[in-house]
């Protein structure tokens, strides 16, 4: 299915103007990193997954009032706790506590959030669920979070040097890169905090923006096989041109997938549906505004340096 024929479009004509866009989204993702680390310690907010702490889940049976909840739990001795409506009614309340010493602190905590609403609420309320990550553990959990997208980029660096050429794996990866300073940066810039599932949205979304640029690599080489002598940037956005339809098409769908996801799915999803929408978008802008410019420029840059070598053809 085409959506788009004869498409002309001179994609590598307004390099430009992507990189500009590129560059504004993200020095402000990184200036608004900056100043969380100054003042929480973190590039982004830390959900209990990584800075350990307790959230209790609680289900009321008329819409509570969350200044009593707060007061209740602050006479409970709880400090600094995190209040709001969660789910998909405004009878449900997580309450966040704030990182802990130790292991038995934490246990305490829950404790005291359990015994401060029954002494408030007596039977009004149901504890749906409470979570409790140790300090420890959540520090644990960050570094290997890190690490895994990490080498999952590296993994694929090495893939497509072996499939196409170093030169190829190396521009997916920036895109790649580039696609997850940005949604990472709109968590920062948002103040949003970054889950577990957030942390498996990301992944997700290094493989499908690696996926979508493998595809349009793909159309190069069998554009550069069949027009050898043709100008690369004309071969270039001639390829984009043609997997433009595809692209509207896989990418279209999957964003209206997740963005009835981030509407609908819940306060428990918002983290990761959040991840996806901004995500794809990226993902999709960046396989034509940033992978494969890379390779002309690349291109042009050996040519000055006297080095003739063409990019290597799809195989007959």
């Given at each position: 299915m085409e959506f788009f024929h004869s498409v002309n479009v001179?994609?590598?004509?307004?390099?430009w103007y992507f990189l500009a866009f590129s560059m504004i989204f993200s020095v402000a993702g990184i200036i608004s990193m900056a100043w969380h680390?100054?003042?929480?310690?973190?590039p982004v907010p830390l959900g209990v997954d990584f800075r350990g702490g307790t959230q209790?889940?609680?289900q009321f049976q008329q819409p509570p009032d969350l200044t009593r909840v707060r007061q209740a739990i602050s006479a409970a001795g709880i400090k600094d706790a995190d209040i709001s409506l969660f789910g998909e009614t405004v009878n449900d309340v997580l309450i966040s506590l704030p990182e802990q010493l130790n292991e038995r602190a934490l246990d305490a905590g829950r404790a005291q959030v359990e015994g401060a609403l029954n002494a408030h609420y007596s039977t009004n309320f149901n504890v749906r669920s409470v979570q409790v990550v140790g300090p420890t553990v959540g520090h644990q959990l960050e570094k290997q979070a890190t690490l895994a997208t990490l080498y999952s980029m590296l993994g694929m660096l090495i893939y497509l040097w072996f499939r196409f050429q170093l030169i190829y794996g190396v521009a997916a990866v920036v895109a790649c890169f580039h696609d997850t300073l940005i949604t990472v940066g709109f968590f920062a810039l948002t103040d949003r905090e970054i889950s577990l599932t957030v942390i498996a949205a990301i992944l997700t979304l290094v493989g499908y923006s690696m996926n979508d640029t493998i595809v349009v690599f793909d159309r190069i080489r069998e554009n550069l096989r069949i027009s050898r002598r043709e100008p690369l940037p004309d071969l270039v956005n001639r390829s984009i041109n043609q997997t433009l339809s595809r692209t509207v098409l896989t990418s279209g769908l999957t964003f209206l997938t997740v963005l009835s996801l981030y509407v609908f799915g819940g306060q428990v999803l918002k983290g990761f549906s959040f991840a996806l929408v901004v995500g794809i978008l990226i993902g999709t802008y960046s396989s034509i505004a940033v992978a494969s410019p890379m390779l002309v420029a690349w291109q042009e840059w050996r040519a000055k340096k006297g080095r003739t070598t063409s990019l290597p053809a799809a195989k007959r």
């Open positions: 001179n994609w590598l004509g307004k390099k680390y100054k003042t929480i310690g973190s209790v889940e609680v």
